[in-house]
C-alpha cells in the first residue's frame, strides 16, 4: 500500500472508531497499535508504553491539572454570583446590560478559568436563571453563555493554547499573551450584539421596569471579587516577568485559589473540596489520557510517514495562502463539530506546522485563529460541550432554542476570524511588545 | 453480581480521593519549591516528585473517568440506531474499551518490570527509580478495566424495557 492508500484508510478508521462511543482515548490508542501491528510489524509495538508514559510525564503538562483545580475552585465558590452582580448593577441602566454584564462576566471568569465548559457552567447557573427571570429571551440568554463560555479557551489560561504550545514548542506565555486582545475584541463584539438586540427589542415591547442601584450597592461585593482579580494579576504578572514557569505559576495560583475560597467564601466542607477535586480529576484525567493516547497516534502516523506525506501534499498544491487558509479553517470548523480541541490540536498540528511554515503563516497568530475555530465547534452540534451545559443549567429551554441563540455568536466568531487575518498586529501586538518580538 | 459491581464502584471512588490527595501534593510541592526558590535556596527533586504525583493522579483518576462517563466519547453511531442495535453498540464498544484497557496493562506492565529489573533511574541529579511512575500505568488502567467489567454487568442487568 502507499502512504496516500494508508492515509484514506486511516481517515476511515478513525472517523469510524471514534464515532462509535468509544473514548477517545482508548480509540485513539487502539487505531494506532493496530497500525503499527498491520504496517509495521509486532516488533513497532515494543514503544508503545514507554511513548505514553514519556508524553505525559513532563512538567509543562503539569499545568492542564493545575490550571483545571484553579477554575474548579473558583467554580465551585460563589465567585461567579459576585463578579456577576456587581457587574451586573454597574450596567444596570444600558439596555441589554444584564446580558452584557454575563458576557463580561465569562470574560473575567475565563481569566481564571482554562475550561469553556467550566465557564459557562460557573457563570450560566446562576446567570440564566437570573436573565429569563427578568425578561431575557431565552434563545438571547442561553446563547449569550454558550458564547461567552468559550471565551474560556481564548483567554489566558487556556488548556487549549498550552497544548497547542507543547504540540508546536512555542512559548505558552506568548500564547497566552496573544490571546488577551481578541479575547477582549469578542467580549465587545458580544457585548454590541445583546446591546443592539436589546435596544430593538424593547421598541418592540414595553420597556422592562429599570432597577437602579446606589453607589453603596455597587461596591458591595467587588471586594470579594479583588482577591480573585489579584490572582489574574499575579497569574499575568509572573508569567511574563518570566520569574516563573507556567506550571510554577499554575500551582500558585491553585494554592492560592484554595486558600481564598475557604478565607472569603467559607468553603471548608469536605463535600464542597470533593466537588472541586473530583472534577477536577475527571478532567485532568480524561485530557492527559487523550494526550498519551494521541502521543502513540502520531508516533504511528510519522513512523509510516503519513504525517510528511500529508504535509508534503499540502505543501506540494501551492495554493494561495489565504485559499490554504480558508480550507484549513473549514477543515478544522468541521472537525471541531465532532472532536474535543485536545485531540484535534495534537493530530493536526504535526502536520500543520510545516505547512503553516511554509507558507508564511506565524504559528501564535495561527494558534488564535484555530483557538476561536475550536470555540465554535464547542457550540455547535453534535458534540458541542458548552450546548450540554447550558442544558444542564437550563432544563426549560430546549436545545433548538439555544442553538438558535448562539447561531449569531457563532457569524460573529467567524466575523473575528476574518478581522484577526486583516489585522494580525491585533494577536501579535500585544505578545511582542512584552516579550520582544518573536523568532 | 450487584456486590461486585458496588464494590468496583467504591474502589474507583477510593482511587478518585487518592488521586485528589496526590494532586493536593503537587500543589504544595510546587509552591514549596518556587518559595523556597525565591529565597535563595536551590531545589533539585521537587519538579520530578510533583510529576510522579500527576502520573499516579491522573492514572487513578481514570476507572473513576469512566464510571461517570468522563472519558469524552463521541456517540454518533449509538444515538443513529434505534434502541435494540444502539444497546448492542455500547456492549460492543464497552468491550472494545476493556481490551484496549487490557492491552495498555499488559504493556505497561511490561514496561514497570522490565525497568525495576534494570534498576533504571530518571538520571536526574535526584535520580529516583522509574518504575514507581511506570506503574502506575498498568494499575490505573486495570483498575480501568475492571470498571468497564462491572459497566457491563451493570448493562446486562438493565432490562431493556427499562430504558428511557
Redesign the interface.
Known sequence: MTETQIGILLLVVTLVV??????????L??IA?AFLAIFEGPTA?GV???T??DE????A??TI??FV?LGAAIGVSAAGRDIYESLYRWLSRVPGGLVIANIVACGLFAAVCGSSPATAAAIGKIGVPEMLKRGVPPALATGAICAGGTLGILIPPSVTLILYGIATETSIGRLFLAGVVPGAMLVVMFSLYAWIMSMIGQRAEAAPPVQTFTLKEKMEGMWRVTPFIAIIVAIAYFMYGGF?TP??IA??A??LA?VLVVVIYRTYKLQD??AI??D???????I???IGAAALFSYMMSLLYLTQTAAEALVSLEMNRWVLMFAINVFLLIAGC???PVAIILMVMPILIPVLEANDFDLIWFAIIMTINMEVGLITP??GLNLYVLRGVAPQVSLPTILRGSMPFVYLMIAAMVILSIFPELVLWLPNTLMGPGL | MHGFVRFVDGLSVVC??V??IL??G??????W??IIRALGYSSYWE?EF???L??A???L??P???K?N??????????LLPAGSART??AV?SV??LI??L??TY??A??TLHSWATGETSGSLWAPPRWP??IM?PLGLGLTALQYVAELVRLRNQSPGSEP
Open positions: 471514534l464515532f462509535s462511543g468509544l473514548p477517545i482515548a482508548w480509540g490508542a487502539l497499535v509495538l508503545v508504553a514507554i505514553f508514559m505525559i510525564s513532563s512538567f503538562l503539569l491539572p493545575l483545580l516563573a506550571s510554577e500551582a500558585i491553585a494554592f484554595l473540596f470533593w477535586f473530583r477536577t480529576v475527571r478532567e485532568s484525567t480524561m492527559l489520557m487523550i465532532f472532536l474535543p453534535p458534540v | 478518585a480521593v488521586a485528589s494532586l493536593t503537587a500543589v504544595l510541592v510546587v509552591t519549591m518556587v519538579i510533583a510529576v510522579y500527576m502520573v493522579a491522573v492514572f483518576g481514570s473513576y473517568c469512566l461517570t468522563g472519558h469524552v466519547s463521541v456517540d454518533l453511531l449509538p444515538t453498540v455500547v464498544v472494545v474499551g484496549v484497557c492491552y495498555l504493556v505497561g511490561e514496561l511512575m511506570f500505568m
